[in-house]
Each structure stands twice: as structure tokens, then as C-alpha cells.
Nanobody, 121 residues
Framework: VQLQASGGGLVQAGGSLRLSCAAS????????MGWFRQPPGKEREFVAA????????SYADSVKGRFAISRDNARNTGYLQMNSLKPEDTAVYYC???????????????WGQGTLVTVSS
């Protein structure tokens, strides 16, 4: 199973984008979901996560107050609303699933191809 992220693109600083994470079948059912990003030349890093049952959320300090993670369990889809984008948000964004609420890349799986977000200054 792979999760497919989409919705990336080129945006000016201060702008907004909404990313989507599509899962086949019921592959998000019962799983927590996370968004990660990999800036050019850097390691993949945690962005946000949301639990399956209660919708509990967790964010990296760098995106708190600007990004919002959500999910539609009926549609088996997750979202990342990104506002007030900064050039340092430029990265390939990935979504993944986990059996536990975590910020660690190693706790997540079903990585698919990411979507590129480029923020110009």
C-alpha cells in the first residue's frame, strides 16, 4: 500500500496551498496519518500528524499556527492546509501512516511519491 500526496506547486511567500493524501481502499482505516517533508539536500523531517480515532493533532514547531492537518475518514483521505508559506517551507512533502501517534519517520510506513512545494521569495 502506498499513499499518494498531491497538490504541490509554486507559490509566492505568504501564499497558501492545500495538499491531499489519497489512500487506496480502506488503507487509512485505523491508522494515524502524518505529513513529512524533505527540503533540498536535507533529511526528511516531521511536519504534522493526526490520530485516527479522536483527530488529535501534533505539529512541528516550525509550522505551528500556519499549517493545519485534517482527515476525512469516510473518504480515506488526508489534508494539509498550508498558510503563510515561507521560502524555507520549500520541500517535497510526503504523507504516511502509522499505528501510533509519532513524530519519528521510522514509525511511519506506506510512503508514496511526494509532491513538490516551492515557495518563492
Amino acid at each position: 500500500v502506498q499513499l499518494q500526496a498531491s497538490g504541490g506547486g509554486l507559490v509566492q511567500a505568504g501564499g497558501s496551498l492545500r495538499l491531499s493524501c489519497a489512500a487506496s481502499g480502506r488503507s487509512l482505516s485505523g491508522y494515524d496519518m502524518g505529513w513529512f517533508r524533505q527540503p533540498p539536500g536535507k533529511e526528511r523531517e516531521f511536519v504534522a500528524a493526526i490520530s485516527w480515532s479522536r483527530g488529535t493533532t501534533s505539529y512541528a514547531d516550525s509550522v505551528k499556527g500556519r499549517f493545519a492537518i485534517s482527515r476525512d475518514n469516510a473518504r480515506n483521505t488526508g489534508y494539509l492546509q498550508m498558510n503563510s508559506l515561507k521560502p524555507e517551507d520549500t520541500a517535497v512533502y510526503y504523507c504516511a501512516r502509522s499505528r501510533t501517534m509519532s513524530t519519528r519517520t521510522a514509525d511511519f510506513g506506506s510512503w508514496g511519491q511526494g509532491t513538490l512545494v516551492t515557495v518563492s521569495s
